[in-house]
């Protein structure tokens, strides 16, 4: 083992040591099931970060940058500007209506959430508790970001790095539940900020000459990694790619189990501006480090996979001192997004699909309250750890047969659940009035739609015929079929409703 490696290893068991303590000592403030769901409240500040932590994950840091170096500014416009443009827009719109609703009724889950508001019942509750699932699909992104970086830097096997990562993120995340959470990504978001700065500033030198040259230096090697589109790409062939589809989904992100009900873990209402300031902040010096990747382009050889870009920057332009502190920030912030899906995926396993179906199999008047919820709440996680066992290997298959990027996979399963948790999310916020049936049509639809298109290599008339490759365009496209799906429903409910005959019943 060579020296640096040996560094590194003590700095991670370190890592790995201080965040269990914190998680330890979470766990004795976590008094119920409840507070393990959303927390006993915390601060503007501290709920912020770790909104803002959470949003960036792993992909800002380390998969996006090198999907800059594959394209161009092109990514930077559509995941820099115009997504978080969207996801802007999405917490200024959404989030102080869903804590409103959410905090009336005590609900710890997006699942649980529009059940309450919509009824339906059990089917309503398990379509979006299995819908969020589809989670796991951007847990396998993140875990193969964090993969690479280890390998190169603890000098271990691909295997082996990924079930360190695995096994220890559950096992922490187990403990204390969102009060580590909120905790933890506290102290991530430092160590984050910290290398963001460290990353923003690395390439400062390749602008001698002014920003006209750094471009210049890009045209030379590609003219295409200075356009605004890049028709060569799979994602970023045009405006609508590009802009567009970018602003309806980083609106959409805000629907995400585990980024809506960041606004529960507030102590009061009057923290909320607060808090959205400070995720903004915060989030918007993350989103610059995609930078990384155009100076990844003129200072290291051309052919690398976008996914080890950032990986080979690190080990070729830092000593090993500064390598390891940009790792333990990656580390922050894959973890970071890692521990909030895991505990939204173990509130689902516990409260949206153990819960409910063992109410109905006993007595469904059973108040929840009475029921060992404790109990319930250990199957939802060792539901949890079984996840763990699929994302293990879907990681696997992706570090070792990588096809242009693993964001590829991760964005075809997170866009259709923000497409389809946004109907129902978005129609109760806005007062429109729909009813179970109809909330579960639609997001029917907007699943058929785009996982149609994406597999059946689906070409719409009159637009790209290769859209279908863009899981952004597809979650877009099922998106708006699906609102005006409801826009025709109220016009016609409306319509009925004004005639003399007796309007039919909510569907």
């Known amino acids: 083992m060579v020296e640096g490696q040996m560094a590194a290893w003590i700095s991670i068991i370190l890592f790995g040591i201080t965040f269990l303590g914190i998680a330890i000592y979470a766990s004795r403030k976590t008094k119920n099931a409840k507070s393990f769901a959303i927390g006993d409240g915390a601060g503007p500040l501290a709920v912020g970060m770790s909104l803002a932590t959470t949003l960036t994950s792993a992909a800002v840091f380390i998969i996006n940058p090198g999907l800059v170096y594959y394209y161009g500014i092109s990514v930077l416009i559509s995941f820099c500007f115009a997504a978080n443009f969207g996801i802007i827009l999405g917490l200024l719109v959404l989030v102080r209506g869903f804590r409103k609703a959410g905090i009336s009724g005590g ?4 699942p649980s959430w529009i059940e309450k508001h919509y009824g339906g019942g059990l089917p309503v509750r398990l379509f979006y508790a299995v819908s969020s699932l589809l989670l796991i699909t951007y847990m396998v992104l993140i875990f193969v970001g964090l993969t690479n970086i280890l390998t190169q830097l603890l000098g271990i096997s691909a295997p082996v790095a990924l079930f360190m990562l695995i096994a220890f993120i559950i096992l922490y995340n187990q403990i204390g539940g969102a009060n580590s959470h909120v905790y933890t990504n506290f102290l991530q978001g430092i160590v984050m900020v910290v290398v963001a700065i460290i990353l923003i500033g690395s390439g400062f030198h390749l602008f001698e ?45 805000v629907c995400q189990p585990h980024i809506l009900s960041k606004g529960l873990f507030l102590k009061n209402d009057r923290d909320v501006n607060k808090f959205m300031l400070y995720a903004m902040a ?16 003129l200072t290291l050889s051309a052919g690398i996979l976008p996914d080890k870009v950032v990986s080979t920057y690190i080990v070729q332009n830092f000593a090993t001192p500064l390598k390891i502190i940009i790792s333990l920030g990656f580390l922050c912030a894959g973890i970071s997004t890692l521990e909030a899906i895991l505990l939204s995926l173990s509130v689902t396993f516990s409260f949206d699909m153990i819960l409910p179906v063992m109410q109905r199999k006993f007595n469904k ?37 990588p096809s242009v990027s693993v ?57 790209n015929p290769w859209y279908w490759t863009n899981p952004g365009v597809t979650a877009t496209l099922a998106l708006f079929v699906a609102c005006l799906v409801v826009a025709f429903y109220l016009m016609i409910n409306k319509l009925m409703v004004r005639s003399p005959r007796k309007a039919s019943d909510m569907v």
């Open 107 to 110: 609900l710890v889950s997006v």
């Open 282 to 297: 915060i989030g918007t010096i993350f989103s610059m480090v995609m930078v990384v990747g155009l100076y990844a382009r």
């Open 407 to 463: 964001a590829v996979f991760a964005f075809n399963g997170v866009y259709a659940l923000f497409a389809i948790t946004f109907i129902p999310v978005a129609a109760k916020i806005f007062k429109l009035k729909l009813g179970p049936k109809m909330i579960l049509a639609t997001s029917v639809l907007i699943a058929v739609i785009h996982f149609g298109m994406r597999y059946g290599k689906v070409a719409v008339p009159g637009l």
């Open 365 to 401: 008047h059973t108040d929840p309250e009475k029921m060992d919820l404790k109990n319930i709440l250990n199957y939802g996680k060792m539901l949890t750890v079984v996840s763990g066992v699929f994302v293990y290997f879907l990681s696997l298959q992706q570090i070792e047969n």
């Open 209 to 253: 000459g002014g920003l006209l040259a750094f471009f210049t230096k890009l045209r030379e090697i590609d003219s295409i990694l200075v356009q605004t589109y890049n028709p060569k790409s799979i994602m970023f062939r045009d405006f609508f790619e590009v802009v567009a589809c970018n602003i309806v989904i980083g609106f959409a992100i």
